[in-house]
């Protein structure tokens, strides 16, 4: 398990669950790629990784939960449980996301989602 890699994706979590968009950034590559798992590509670059978490911290129940997380050298992931605000009203999402390290910032991830669930958070397995 390399730690390291695990504090950057915990140090994004955190940046994420707080909404701060600086700190969330100080994670990511410039040249970071966002991926809807296995190859879908949902943001190309820091400059649209920015801008679409700026949107998305406009949510006001936006947490993360994580389930959670193992790592192999530079990957590490994660399982987490997310509170959305979706245009049919608040609900959670299973999320597993899949994140590739190079140094010490994010250069690719990849995510898996579940269907969201409308209604107050539930508890994961």
Known sequence: MDSSAEAVVQKQL????ARDIEAFMACWAEEA???EFPNRLLADGASE???RHLVRFQEPDLFGRLVNRM???NR???REVVTRNFPEGKGQIDVIGIYELAGKRIARAW???GS???GE?????
């Open 33 to 35: 790629r966002i991926y």
């Open 14 to 17: 955190d940046a994420y669950n």
């Open 71 to 73: 790592s192999v050298g």
């Open 116 to 118: 969201p669930v409308l």
């Open 49 to 51: 990784i920015r801008t």
């Open 111 to 113: 995510f898996i989602m």
């Open 121 to 125: 958070p539930q508890q994961a397995d």
């Open 76 to 78: 590490v992931v994660d």
